[in-house]
């Protein structure tokens, strides 16, 4: 089976940076992404990794490391509108076909 | 990145009826969409992969003659909801991938919410 684990809730202050970890277990792994949900709105993607290492994307960045089974969200220079839920996703190929498994997502709230 | 779109975005039904929600990729072809339920403050609960021209693949507790998925043509997959009651009050969100190629993340549907009243 799989299982993927985030912080429920994370604060932080505008301007500031922050990491967002996500640790999971999964037999197939395929693909770790990460994708922002506002609140009544659905996911858009923000990152993907597959290999070993960092992705750099602008203000965020994702980090992957598939023998600790770990990855974390990166967001630099943080803004109001960053207050968003971030959901970290598991790509699983052990079906044969992919399916995509989400964690329990972290509800990021960013102060002034 | 590509386009799905998935309709109708809010619904309101009677307890006891039927409710069908379309998911569609607009500028891509899809073989694999997948739905998901999300409950309020929760993480997306994957229901079921619909394959085009085949039979959807349930997750384990989700029930096939309650929940029908039907992927007719590679663009357009459709959830129906059956026998609707209050419980199945949920936010639906259908998603779909460029082809099953490893290099290739999904995207996802406006989502639909449905309240059974």
């Known amino acids: 089976g799989q299982n993927i684990d985030q912080p429920t809730e994370m604060t932080a202050t505008e301007g500031a940076i922050v990491q967002i970890n996500c640790t999971y277990q999964t037999s197939g792994f395929n693909g770790l992404f990460w994708y922002q949900q506002h609140a009544g709105e659905a996911p858009t993607f923000l990152s993907y990794n597959v290999l070993d290492g960092l992705e750099e994307k602008g203000r965020f960045s994702s980090f992957l490391s598939r023998s600790k089974g770990y990855s974390y969200l990166l967001l630099k220079e943080l803004q109001m509108k960053d207050s968003a839920s971030y959901l970290c996703?598991?790509?699983?190929?052990?079906?044969?076909?992919?399916?995509?498994?989400f964690g329990t997502g972290t509800r990021l709230k960013v102060l002034a | 990145g590509a386009v799905v779109s998935q309709h109708p975005s809010w619904v309101i039904c009677k307890s006891g009826t039927s409710v069908k929600i379309e998911c569609r990729s607009l500028d891509f072809q899809a073989t694999t969409m997948f739905w998901y339920r999300q409950f309020p403050k929760q993480s997306l609960m994957l229901m079921a992969t619909?394959?085009?021209?085949?039979?959807?693949?349930?997750e384990q507790g989700v029930e096939k003659d309650k929940f029908l998925i039907n992927h007719a043509s590679l663009t357009l997959s459709t959830l129906t909801v059956t026998s609707a009651h209050p419980e199945d009050s949920s936010f639906y969100i259908c998603s779909a991938g460029e082809g099953s190629s490893s290099g290739n993340t999904i995207y996802f549907g406006e989502g639909s919410w449905l309240t059974v009243v």
């Open positions: 619909s394959n085009e021209g085949s039979k959807a693949t349930y």
């Open positions: 996703a598991v790509r699983d190929g052990t079906s044969g076909t992919y399916k995509y498994i």
